[in-house]
C-alpha cells in the first residue's frame, strides 16, 4: 500500500537533518578522484580543509578570504554530495543537513524564526542550492544572512556557478542586491568530473524503465496521477519521510511526458528524495526517460532541474 500522509506528517526535529541513506557513510577517503579530470583533487582538498576548521573558525575565515561558507559548483554525478556529507560528517560541533528545497519548504511551513532556530548549527549543509524565482530569492537571502549572522558556516552543492544563480528565471537585475549578499557569503570550488549515472544503463535506458520493466518484489504500486495527486498535498519538506517509507521500493504506471511544470517540479523534488533514499523504481512508460520532460523545458529555466532528475532516474531505475 502506497504510505498514507498521516503516516509521514510529524514535524521535523534537528534529528532527522542528517546526511540521508545513500550518503550517510559518506567520506573524504572514500571519493575517488580521477587524474585524468584537472582540478578535482584540489576541490577535494579545499572542502577538506574547510571541514576541519574548529571553533576559532570566524578567525581563519576573515583573515584566509573573508568568506563563511563554500559554495561548490559542478555537473550532475561528479560528487559535490558526496563532498558535502563528507564535510557534515569531518566538521566539528553541531550540523545540520537538509537539501535547498526542503529549506525553502521549511521557512514557508514553520516561519521564519523557527526555521532558522531549527537549522541554526555550527555546520549547515545545503544541498542543490537554486534560485528558481524571486520568492525563493528572497527566502534564501534571508536564510543565508540570518545563519552567518547566528556563527554558523555553510557548505551548499549546485549545478550552477554563484554568478548565474538565477539566469533564466527571473529578472536578476531587480534581484542584484540580494544575489550579491549571497554570492558574497561563499567561497566557490568548482568540482570538475564526469556524470558517472550515465554510464550505469547502456544507452541511456534501465531495465527498470518501459513497457515491461524488471519486477521488484514487494514494492506498492501507484499511477503517475495518483502520485502526482499525492504529492500535491505534501510539504517538500516532509518528502524525504515519503521517500523513507518507500524503502522496498516503488512502481510507477503510466508516467507520460509532462505538460504541467507545476507536476514536472513535484516529480522532481520527490524524484530527488528517493534518490537519497535509495529508492528502487521501476516506471511502466511507453516513453524514453530523456523525452520525460519537453525539449523546451529542458532549454529553459527549470532545464538543471530537470536533466538532474533523468540521470537520477536512471540509476534508481537501475538498481
Known amino acids: 500500500m502506497f504510505p498514507v500522509i498521516d503516516r509521514i506528517a510529524k514535524p521535523l526535529h534537528s534529528g532527522d537533518l542528517i546526511p ?29 580543509r574547510f571541514a576541519a576548521l574548529r571553533a576559532s573558525w570566524l578567525t581563519q575565515l576573515l583573515s584566509r578570504s573573508g568568506k563563511a561558507g563554500l559554495y561548490l559548483d559542478g555537473g550532475f554525478g561528479v560528487g559535490k554530495t558526496h563532498l558535502l556529507a563528507a564535510c557534515f560528517h569531518a566538521a566539528h560541533g553541531s550540523r545540520r543537513y537538509l537539501s535547498f528545497s526542503e529549506a525553502m519548504s521549511l521557512l514557508v511551513v514553520l516561519g521564519i ?10 555546520l549547515v549543509c545545503i544541498d542543490e542550492f537554486e534560485l528558481d524565482d524571486p520568492a525563493n530569492t528572497r527566502l534564501a537571502d534571508l536564510l543565508v544572512r540570518s545563519l552567518v549572522e547566528k556563527g554558523c558556516r555553510i557548505v551548499t552543492t549546485s549545478n550552477t556557478v554563484p554568478g548565474e544563480l538565477g539566469q533564466g528565471r527571473m529578472a536578476v537585475d531587480l ?13 566557490d570550488v568548482h568540482v570538475p568530473g564526469n556524470d558517472f549515472r550515465r554510464t550505469l544503463a547502456s544507452g541511456g535506458t534501465p531495465a527498470g524503465w518501459g513497457r515491461d520493466p524488471a519486477p521488484l518484489a514487494h514494492a506498492p504500486r501507484i499511477d503517475a496521477r495518483s502520485l502526482d495527486l499525492h504529492l500535491r498535498d505534501l510539504p517538500v519538506a516532509l518528502l524525504r519521510r515519503l521517500a ?12 507520460a511526458p509532462f505538460t504541467d511544470q507545476l507536476a514536472a517540479l513535484r516529480l522532481v523534488h ?10 528502487p523504481l521501476r ?5 524514453p526517460i530523456d523525452s520525460l520532460f519537453p525539449p523546451e523545458h529542458c532549454v529553459a529555466a527549470f532545464a538543471k532541474k530537470y536533466r538532474r532528475c533523468q540521470s537520477r532516474l536512471v540509476e534508481l531505475c537501475t538498481v
Do not use: M, T, W
Open 20 to 48: 540521508p541513506p545513500r550518503f550517510a557513510n559518506k567520506r573524504f577517503e572514500g571519493y575517488r578522484i580521477d587524474p585524468a579530470v584537472p582540478g578535482q583533487q584540489e576541490a577535494v582538498l579545499q572542502v577538506r
Open 113 to 122: 524564526k523557527p526555521a532558522i532556530d531549527l537549522l541554526r548549527a555550527d
Open 175 to 187: 534581484f542584484r542586491n540580494q544575489l550579491a549578499r549571497i554570492e558574497a557569503v561563499f567561497a
Open 244 to 255: 523513507a517509507a518507500l524503502a522496498e521500493g516503488l512502481v510507477i504506471e503510466g508516467l
Open 270 to 279: 520527490f524524484i530527488d528524495r528517493c534518490y537519497d533514499a535509495q529508492v
Open 283 to 287: 516506471v511502466i512508460s511507453d516513453h
